[in-house]
């Protein structure tokens, strides 16, 4: 699956929201071992999809696992490996929990959050796919 492939829907989950972010390319075994330049860029992005997870649902956005299903088609198309998935799952969690424990309900600095977050998305998304796709 190619980079762009991947990004894409997630892109496209943002925009539908305000900001989606799209999955992309899967590197080959021997790169998913390595760091690769945009490492950073996608545990951000894991670390807005778990914010989002938490966020859109406390605000009855009713979207159920949207966003832990996006963090996982991110996983499967970027195939990492040690320390780099668990980096990526970490940002995830690291998102989800930041949240959880400051929000019991929803509030307007909660759907601001929301709105935050999915442009950065979307914009983190877009530049990872024109910058790194195949």
């Not at 989002?52 to 009713?62: I, K, S, T, V, W």
């Not at 929000?103 to 914009?123: D, F, H, M, N, W």
Request: hydrophobic share 40%.
């Amino acid at each position: 699956m190619t980079r762009r492939a991947v990004l894409a829907p997630i892109l496209a989950a943002l925009l539908v929201l305000g900001s989606p972010v799209a999955p992309g390319w899967a590197p080959s075994p021997a790169a998913a071992q390595q760091a690769v330049p945009f490492d950073g860029d996608l545990r951000r992005l894991a670390e807005i999809l778990g914010a989002l997870h938490y966020l859109r649902e406390l605000c009855g956005a009713a979207e159920g696992q949207k966003w832990r299903n996006e963090m996982q088609q991110l996983v499967d198309a970027e195939t990492p490996s040690g320390s780099r998935r668990a980096q990526m799952i970490a940002s995830f969690n690291r998102g989800y929990r930041l949240y959880q424990q400051g929000y019991r309900t929803c509030t307007p600095s909660a759907e601001t959050a929301v709105r935050r977050y999915l442009q950065e998305g979307a914009k983190l998304a877009r530049e990872v796919t024109a910058r790194y796709a195949n």
